[in-house]
């Protein structure tokens, strides 16, 4: 077979196959949905769900994919001789779904596309008593919602604004609160990304100022931002969720321009174990309250707390190293940029925080692959 | 577009012996100055130390040393490459190597980009060696703010200069610091700040192209945040930072702008290159504090004169 240029948009991703195959790129005009369907969920029982990855990433068309799952993963499912393998098999295609729509989380285009493959993963795992399993991929599949920002999937309705629901909204919340209504994440998750969430936690301490000027005009702003702050307060009893609450609710009220408030949230938030991103979050968040509140020492500590937490994160060490340079501590600054630089890039919580649970993605996806080892 | 921050930083000469005497930091303080002196688009040369008065806090000062900027220059580019870049990147490319070699030997060159981070892509280095280029990425979203904080905050050699020019077409969409801090920073760093900032346009985010940081993927769908287009933008961030670049001397370099990032690089490196470096030893005034420095001409004129508003001593 003579090698050819690949395009990468190739209907059935004829390159998905050739790297399923284990054969150089070619391109073949004429490869069957099912054929490369077939091959990912085997790649992925087999133990090999790196190269079903692999070929995910150089899929052209998510919704060629989706309908080829839809039509023949029940089939390949059933073609296991004993129900526990029907079972293993099941959970394969749910999660194959789930890294789908992981890759195609890289762009609206895609996640567009996909987004019912992952829905169509929700109705395989929920087939049957809920299990660890099926909770771990309710959870994974939130944390790629978030991700999409696709407050749609969660709670099939338009939240504020005069936006059109490009695509079928569907109640994803509401199948995992079902299926586990004691599991907090699933009552935090659809506030996460909620407007006044998204639109305020991007632009911290620039928007002090902006509600200043929406109260005049859009007073109901403020209002949708208090009942959200309720609705986090409600959260602050579940344990496992406490600190994110407090965080998000600290966040809120220093959007509100109540910078007292707001540290008393942050301040909790940052005393309360478990959760690195959170205490990170808590303590950049405060400096920036107390840089708005004229406190500039007690900024600068909560920005050395915060790096102590997540050392050369670039939010933190930005923060503080134009807090110094204010102070007769200045020749500080360029040391504290310099070796940020120096080392490798550091996942800055700062910079993922809009994508709420997507953080947890590998951790759940490890779960996930050694719930259906062969 | 692409955002260029070139910083000037203006480097204290020291007068003579080991010790380090740096700008606003000793007692035995030598501070200087960067003035450009400019008839229209041509630099004023010929002007010796009788030509100019220099006031600290209103105080007649004695100019102990002019220089015609032979001074080493420290370049700091900073490139937005945010996610309206896309498209534009190659040609972004191009225009930092040759940037780079606008430069003399003796001088240095950094460059750093910002998108929704902000990335060092090329320590500082001598100007000779060409500068790794293929490393400029296209990203998402703008830190604006805090890619110019970071350049701003370096500490600068006493015997250079640091030149910053910014080039950025919109407004800040992910910084954590402010354009307040920005303006902050500004007045106490060692450098010139040129700002080619073009109006705010991009509001909504450019698709994320193929190979795009999938640790970061964008908000698409979330609230009301898409629909509006995307962030809402700081009241006064452009003026803000128009404030801050005068503050060290520099300026904005739009509106009016060619959209050429090597036309606005000649335009600040130009007018950096032909400054006069005034220095002065601060008397009748407390050491402490902020200074305001007022730089004029000794006999009527009808240049335009520049140079930063002043400097925290102490």
């Not at chain 1, 690949?6 to 284990?22: D, E, N, P, Q």
């Not at chain 1, 600054?333 to 700062?350: E, G, H, N, R, T």
């Not at chain 2, 504090?289 to 520049?306: E, K, N």
């Amino acid at each position: 077979m003579t090698a050819v240029r690949i395009i990468r948009r190739f209907t059935c991703g004829a390159v998905a196959m050739a790297v399923l195959c284990g054969v150089p790129k070619t391109a073949q005009l004429s490869q069957q949905p099912g054929e490369l369907v077939i091959r990912l969920l085997d790649a992925y029982a087999q133990g090999r769900p790196e190269q079903a990855v692999a070929a995910l990433r150089d899929v052209g068309d998510f919704q060629e994919l989706s309908r080829g799952m839809v039509e023949h993963a029940p089939v390949w499912i059933a073609a296991a001789a004993a129900q526990p393998e029907r079972d293993r098999r099941r959970r394969v295609a749910a999660l194959v779904a789930l890294e789908a729509g992981r890759v195609a989380l890289d762009s609206a285009d895609t996640w567009a596309q996909v987004r019912e493959l992952v829905e169509w993963g929700c109705v395989q795992v929920r087939s049957g008593p809920p299990t660890e399993f099926e909770r771990v991929w309710l959870l994974a599949s939130i944390s790629l919602i978030h991700g999409a920002g696709d407050i749609y999937f969660l709670t099939a309705r338009a939240v504020g604004g005069q936006m059109t629901v490009p695509f079928a909204p569907i109640a994803h919340r509401d199948h995992a609160r079902q299926r586990f209504p004691d599991q907090p994440r699933f009552h935090l998750a659809p506030i996460v990304l909620r407007r006044e969430v998204v639109l305020l936690t991007n632009r911290p301490g620039v928007l002090v100022g902006y509600f200043a000027g929406a109260r005049a005009t859009a007073p109901e702003v403020e209002g949708q931002v208090r009942e959200t702050i309720d609705d986090l307060r409600a959260l602050t009893a579940l344990p496992a969720v406490e600190a994110e609450a407090r965080l998000r609710m600290g966040i809120l009220w220093f959007q509100l321009g109540d910078l007292q408030r707001s540290i008393d949230e942050l301040g909790l938030a940052a005393s309360l174990p478990g959760d690195p991103f959170v205490s990170y979050l808590a303590h950049l968040f405060s400096g920036l309250a107390h840089d708005h509140g004229r406190q500039p020492a007690a900024a600068i500590q909560h920005y050395e707390a915060a790096l102590r937490v997540r050392p050369h994160a670039r939010s933190g060490v930005t923060a503080l190293a134009a807090s110094l340079f204010l102070t007769p501590r200045r020749g500080e600054a360029s040391a504290l940029i310099d070796a940020s630089f120096a080392v490798p890039s550091v996942v800055d919580p700062w910079r993922t925080h809009a994508f709420g649970d997507l953080r947890f993605w590998p951790e759940y996806l490890a779960q996930l692959r050694n719930g259906v080892r062969p | 577009m692409i955002g260029l921050v070139l910083v000037a930083a203006l480097g204290s000469l020291l007068a003579e012996g080991a010790q380090r005497q740096s700008v606003f930091r000793s007692s035995a303080t030598v501070v200087s100055v960067d003035v450009s002196v400019r008839a229209g688009d041509r630099a004023v040369g010929g002007l010796g130390p009788d030509d100019f008065i220099v006031t600290d806090n209103g105080v007649p000062q004695q100019i102990t040393a002019v220089d015609l900027a032979t001074v080493p220059i420290d370049l700091t580019l900073v490139v937005d490459v945010s996610g309206s870049t896309a498209g534009r990147i190659a040609q972004y490319r191009a225009a930092v190597v040759e940037i780079a070699r606008l430069l003399h030997s003796e001088d240095r060159f950094r460059l750093i980009a910002f998108a929704t981070d902000v990335t060092e892509v090329v320590p500082l280095q001598p100007a000779a060696r060409r500068p790794p280029v293929d490393r400029l990425t296209v990203g998402r979203l703008t830190s604006l703010n805090d890619a110019l904080i970071t350049a701003l905050v370096r500490r600068v050699d006493l015997d250079r200069r640091h030149l910053i020019v910014a080039f950025s077409d919109g407004d800040d969409s992910f910084s954590v610091t402010p354009t307040s801090r920005v303006f902050q920073v500004a007045r106490r760093a060692e450098a010139v700040l040129h700002l080619a900032i073009s109006p705010a346009s991009a509001r909504v985010m450019a698709p994320v192209p193929p190979g795009a940081n999938a640790a970061t993927p964008g908000i698409r769908y979330g609230g009301g945040l898409q629909a509006q287009g995307g962030f809402p933008a700081e009241p006064d961030a452009i003026r803000t930072l128009e404030l801050a670049a005068q503050a060290t001397g520099g300026q904005r370099l739009s509106p009016g702008f060619s959209g050429s990032l090597v036309g606005a690089f000649r335009v600040a490196f130009q007018d950096f290159r032909s400054s006069y470096v005034l220095q002065y030893r601060p008397t009748g005034v407390p050491l402490e504090g902020w200074h305001s420095i007022g730089v004029t001409l000794a006999r009527p004129h009808d240049y335009t004169v520049r140079a930063r508003n002043g400097y925290f001593g102490g």
